[in-house]
C-alpha cells in the first residue's frame, strides 16, 4: 500500500515537471522589441516636415503634425 502511493507521487511529480518544460516552450506573452533610433529620427522629422503650428489666442498656439 506504501509503495503504491509513493509510485503515484514519483509519477505525478513527474508529469508536473514534464508538463512545466512544455509550457516553458511556449510564450503567452509576445515578446517586445524597440524602434531604432535612426527609424525613430526619420518617423519624428517626417510628422515634423508636414507639422503646421496655427496661433489660437494671444498667449496659445496649436501644432498639428500629420503622422
Excluded: G
Amino acid at each position: 500500500m506504501k509503495s503504491d502511493l509513493y509510485t503515484k507521487s514519483v509519477l505525478t511529480i513527474i508529469a508536473i515537471s514534464l508538463s512545466l518544460i512544455a509550457f516553458n516552450q511556449f510564450k503567452l506573452i509576445p515578446e517586445a522589441h524597440a524602434q531604432s533610433l535612426a527609424d525613430m529620427q526619420t518617423a519624428i522629422s517626417f510628422c515634423w516636415d508636414q507639422a503646421t503650428i496655427r496661433k489660437q489666442t494671444e498667449t496659445s498656439w496649436m501644432i498639428r503634425t500629420y503622422c
